[in-house]
């Protein structure tokens, strides 16, 4: 193979006196730790540190000294094993998504995400073209993360192949700082030449401007030390710079995009969106809903065993104007299913845990083992309906979030999970009827609120939003079903049709 | 079998007219949105409702009953299935425990904890000890739950055998609401006698005062959804009430206490407990200590790997004065092991997911599974150190806090996990030499912060307190090491040397 030249500089073997590191070390380990202060203080973003390399070249040191250095209380050491079953039946990133640290906090990664892609690759599991799409995946995942403000440092450690077996030879009867291999959930080859190949190319794939890779000579202690924190020093320091403008910005956005509103309160509707097109013509009296809905359950019922025996994975997201019927919806549907199989996940203003984490990172959360049912009521559509209405979001933030979305998504199709979207669409006249039904009714009353009366003055404003929700974030795999509403059992029982429809082909698709 | 009593007056099949139900029907929906609004708002206890029962009793319809009319945002149904690897590899009520209502919530659980427990023994799969045993630590459980504030609301739908009979056969074709029996995970026996008659056993063990079971007659529709609903309204009227005098009462306690405080500012340290009899003349010089340190860190390193190999759990708690060296001896010990194969949990204040939980909560959280290490920086030892040298919580909460550790410890011990509890002990002077040291270095100024000064000044009341921790909480299975720490090596290798020996033995025992 041939010898790559991205390792090229690190194969030097390049030292450092004692003395030479003694003086740097303490302001180092100062700034480091003040810099985590800050961060822990600022507490608007997460630092995630990925450290990988040759075995031998100093990944377990620099762990340790890290952990040894830094306050233990805002770091945690997160180093991935064998999948368990609960994550097995789950979205590949999904365990890598629940262990991200919150804002204000280092998470540091042995190997990251990037073990289980080389590893299997190496050991001939996937074809160059898994491996391909398995790097494109990590890239897309991390750059969620940096667009979201996460700070990404990835350090990977070398040794030239002379170095590494020199290392081998020296260590390999150590019994606390050896090889370790057996130790390795991700063993790497025997072969150097066609891991560093693999590696390599890793490597290339994921070196992006929002998370670069840095390379390091790990043959000497001192060395390799003064290089890694000082590679972390700089990248902390710049990036709490840039997260200072970049939040400063956004606040600007959102004031300005406040006050154009105020300027203009009521957008004219586009009559060219799909809400436009949505025909309200057709209902369903009471006999023939009744009749319906019965034979509608008992087929979802019988699905459900089938997708549960399937391993199959549902999600259902419920989206819809306020008072459209969400809740009810929901309810008819799970009647008939049983309770072990499905959930019900009502979203609403986030706990401080979920604010400290990606928007995304609490919908990751709720997802189902293999064979389950989760009804979301809302979704993580709220980032660009109600976050974009209230501007609770700066605009690049939700406008960035069409492609997030839709590649959230994409992990969930990539898992073979059906993925079901409703919008209950009904008309300002009916919502105002309904509002006012529910004020009537004793026990509907905690279901009508101020905001509720305050939303319906935005309704061309949400009408606009969700117009471009629906052209933007409806693709083939998961495409949304808008509901004509106004007629409560016509919109139950086509939401029946089309999530029995939609089972029975994916479960054909399961068989073949 | 003999026919039990207890379910007598559920057999009698009562029923309720359409009518008379009406009559109460909006009135008790109102009453329960209202108290569910109430208990949102006060948010300081979570509301467990179990609901199990004959099959065909109704169980299912109570549950979409309840669902259907309270506020869906603040109530989740659960259902346990059979255990995954995750679950099975961590003690029994670690699912239980993960699934719990926050304060201002509501969970309603089919079977809850009573379905494994029931159907096991049902089943032949546990012995009437084994049976008894896994009762007498469900009424614990909710003991601890109920004694923080929970309301736990019990109900038995019933059918007499009869009933049960015509029930089978009425509902057995309907594909929707028939008895489903493939839907259960925790399938009854078709011996409806010995069934009701382990269930029984069952209900009466854990029939307490504070968790009561209320046994509901399900023949008829109408009588069994008034009952359900006229209970769970009445309970948690009732609960709200004696809450908010209990909240008022723990107020009133604190600030008594903060009073006596104030009066007796520094109570005299008993020269009984075991603090006072702490040796502090053994120390270790450097060379001794560079020798031990290696053989040790190769021994631990070959243990940490046996224990994986075996399934063996250790969770590893450190306590001790501030400067004592907690973080120190933590880093020292996991030096040596595989980062894939420990974690170290460092309590501080809570985050609000975990304050609207029981205080064991977030411990139950961070279980790792078997064969992994966890370290404990602080513990939930916190609850009668900090919680009550501060006066964070009222003398009979902390004061309860001992058996409630000691029963969430014997719950670890029951399923094989190998505990060991350090405290890390160091003398006054030696404190302040540590504090003023820490002042002077640059990259240690963090660590020492106003509150640490503010701490040393109530020394004796926390001796006070750690000495009771000490007596009230060393059990045989999770007996407290005092480690005299003035000496850094000595206390390090101290440590060293328990944890060797413990897992020696643990793992001796594996084997036998």
Redesign the interface.
């Known amino acids: 193979m041939a010898k790559t030249s991205l390792f090229k500089r690190a194969e030097a073997g390049q030292t450092l006196s004692d003395g030479a590191f003694r003086a740097v070390r ?1 302001q180092l ?2 700034e480091l ?2 810099l985590q ?1 800050r961060c822990r203080l600022n507490g608007a973003y997460p630092v995630i540190i990925v450290l990988s390399g040759v075995q031998g070249a100093g990944v ?1 040191d620099s ?2 000294l890290l ?3 830094m ?3 805002w770091i ?2 997160h ?3 064998t999948p ?3 994550e097995r039946e789950r979205p590949l990133f999904w365990r890598a998504w629940r262990s991200l640290p919150a804002a204000g906090t280092i998470g540091l990664y ?1 190997d990251g995400w990037y073990g289980e892609a080389v590893t299997a690759h190496a050991r001939g599991r996937t074809s160059p073209a898994v491996f391909a799409d398995h790097l494109a995946r990590i890239k897309i995942f991390e750059r969620a993360l940096t667009d979201d403000g996460a700070l990404i440092v990835k350090i990977w450690l070398h040794l030239s192949q002379k170095g590494h077996r020199q290392c081998a030879d020296a260590h390999h009867d150590d ?2 700082f050896g090889f ?1 291999a ?4 991700w063993p790497q080859p025997a072969s150097y030449p066609k891991f560093t190949a693999i590696a390599a190319k890793g490597i290339k794939a994921t070196d992006t401007t929002e998370a670069p890779w840095s390379i390091v000579d790990g043959t000497d202690d001192n060395h390799r030390r003064a290089q890694v924190l000082t590679i972390l020093r700089d990248a902390m320091a710049a990036h709490e710079k840039a997260w200072l403008a970049k939040s400063k910005a956004a606040k600007k956005s959102i004031k300005r995009a406040i006050k154009a509103d105020n300027k203009n309160p009521l957008p004219k509707k586009k009559k060219i969106g799909a809400l436009a097109k949505v025909d309200f013509s057709k209902t369903l009296g009471d006999d023939a809903y009744a009749k319906a809905f ?1 034979t509608r ?2 087929r979802i ?2 699905l459900q ?1 089938k997708a549960r025996a399937a391993g199959l994975s549902t999600i259902i997201a419920f989206e819809g104007w306020d008072a459209a019927g969400k ?1 009810g919806a ?2 008819r549907l ?3 299913l ?4 499905y ?2 996940v ?1 979203i ?1 203003a986030p ?3 979920e604010r400290a984490h990606h928007y995304l990172w609490r919908f990751w959360r709720h997802l189902s ?1 293999d064979g389950h049912i989760t009804l979301f ?1 809302r979704s993580w559509y709220g980032r660009v309906l109600v976050e974009r209405v209230e501007h609770l979001t700066a605009e690049n933030a939700w406008t960035r979030a069409y492609d997030e979305i839709n590649a959230f998504e994409a992990e969930l199709a990539a898992h073979g999970t059906l993925l079901l979207k409703f919008w209950l669409h009904i008309d300002n006249d009916e919502q105002l009827r309904r509002f006012k039904e529910r004020e009537k009714t ?2 509907k009353r ?2 009508i609120t101020d905001d509720d009366w305050r939303n319906r003055e935005k309704w061309n404003r949400s009408w606009v939003a969700v117009d471009e929700m629906l052209a933007r974030t409806s693709t083939p795999t998961a495409p949304w079903h808008v509901i004509p509403a106004n007629d409560k059992s016509f919109a139950r029982i086509k939401i029946f049709d089309i999530a029995i429809k939609a089972l029975e082909t994916a479960l054909k698709g399961r068989k073949a």
Chains 1, 2 share one sequence.
């Open positions: 303490d380990r100062f730790v003040d202060q377990v762990t340790n952990n040894t250095w306050d233990p209380r945690r050491t180093a991935f094993d368990s079953d609960e042995l019994p606390v370790r057996s130790d390795d959930s019965h359950q008992a019922y019988d065993k809740g929901i309810r799970t009647y008939a049983s309770a072990r199989n959930k019900v009502p609403s706990s401080d845990e083992r009521d004793a026990y905690w279901k």
